[in-house]
């Protein structure tokens, strides 16, 4: 495997100089905070950003907290701050019902606190006032903030903290936030992003539809572009994991194949038939591979799961992972030899690809808009090849591993010199 070299953080001052003689603490960035939304796959970029910049420890995790539970799963389009608001008048109608039903032995779905057994509570509430305050009252003795946010909710609660507190923070957005980029310091984005500005995507839409559609511009200087979604596999993470899982897979008979399902998409819909061709696919390279594993996503549907188990389940070759603790997916990115993965996850392809090692992909024929780009981006470059079911496992091929994280992590330390800014977790 290719290691993966990531950018070495500020160590220490040339020549040994204090900061204080460099400009000062206040041009020093020594914490990190994560505006976090209660979804790994979009904290898992902003916690693998931060540990590329160095942040591994000094740092805290806020978290967005959208009310949860009952009605409340139908309403995660709206915007959080109203979403909030809608809760608070849908808790005063349920109790008031619940006066008008007593001892009729009716009940109705009611709105859960946000956490509960997901063991929210310990992560603070993302605050913007608590944190402005923060950044403030705190720059001159411990220097600026690094913000980190990702995904829909958090894009309020940053661009805030950005538009409050400037002089004392950074603010790195991942994912487009669709418009008024210039409401945060730096905007990390994947290029497939940008795939409803080419002409391809112009033909799709009706012309009276284009003026709804985003992005509306290219991006600007301080837009970082990706091939795939940030994440926390590096050298590093792959080193102890290998170290971690060693009991477990060395054993194992080689080639080892993972094959890692997610589930259908709006961009990336498919059925039984898909999986199906996936099973009969996996029986075929049987012969050339030592073992097999095989893991399912949180998104994964029972029917995917359950045509799998009935196909393969029994195989002596291959091991299905049941869905408990401990999740081996670090140990299965450090010892596998080749990868399959379905098309719908960008963040599955993504961590694959940063390992230099085989990758298959399954059902990118069914995806449809910017996936189309993300998946064009990938075999142009030779990451991926398309499973087939033909493969001779024990023919190993490599490419350079895909090393977004690292490459967005110096764009970051490109910005913040650009401002007279340096980091020095």
Known sequence: MKPIRLPEPPGSSPMGVPDIFEGGVYGVIRRAVIIGNGFSTSENQSIGLVRALGFSKNQTLYRVRRPRGGVNEWLHWLPVSLHKKLDYIIGLLYGYSQILVTGRGKKLALPTDNGGSAGLSSVLEADVKKIVTMARETSEKDGPLLVVACGRDTISVASSIKRLA????????????????????????????????????????????????????????????????????????????????????????KPLLVVNIGGPASHCRYGAELVKQ????????????????????????????????????????????????????????????????????????????????????????HCTWKFVEFHKVLRERGLVRPFTGLENMSESWSYPPLNDTAEAANRVHEALAERGWRLRP
């Not at 559609?213 to 795939?228: C, F, K, M, N, S």
């Not at 049941?322 to 719908?344: C, I, K, Q, R, Y």
């Open 166 to 253: 400037s002089e004392n923070v950074f603010v790195v957005q991942i994912q487009h936030p669709r418009s008024h980029l210039n409401r945060f310091d730096m905007v990390i984005t994947p290029h497939h992003d940008y795939y409803p500005l080419t002409t391809d995507a112009q033909e799709q839409v009706p012309r009276f539809l284009r003026r709804w559609i985003t992005p509306r511009e290219p991006p600007d200087q301080h837009v970082a572009l990706t091939v795939g979604a940030l994440h926390q596999i590096d050298s590093a993470a792959l080193r102890s994991a290998a170290s971690a899982w060693h009991d477990e897979f060395a054993p194992l008979p």
């Open 278 to 365: 996936l099973t009969a696919s996996l029986h075929n390279v049987l012969v050339s591979c030592g073992s097999v594993r095989i893991s399912f996503s949180k998104r994964t549907p029972e029917k995917v799961c359950n045509i799998v188990l009935k196909e393969l389940g029994n195989h002596p070759k291959i091991y299905i992972w049941d869905g408990e603790e401990p999740n081996p997916h670090m140990g299965h990115l450090a010892w596998a030899d080749a990868f399959v993965v379905t098309a719908d996850s960008v963040s599955m392809l993504s961590e694959a690809c940063s390992t230099g090692k085989p990758v298959y992909v399954i059902g990118a024929e």
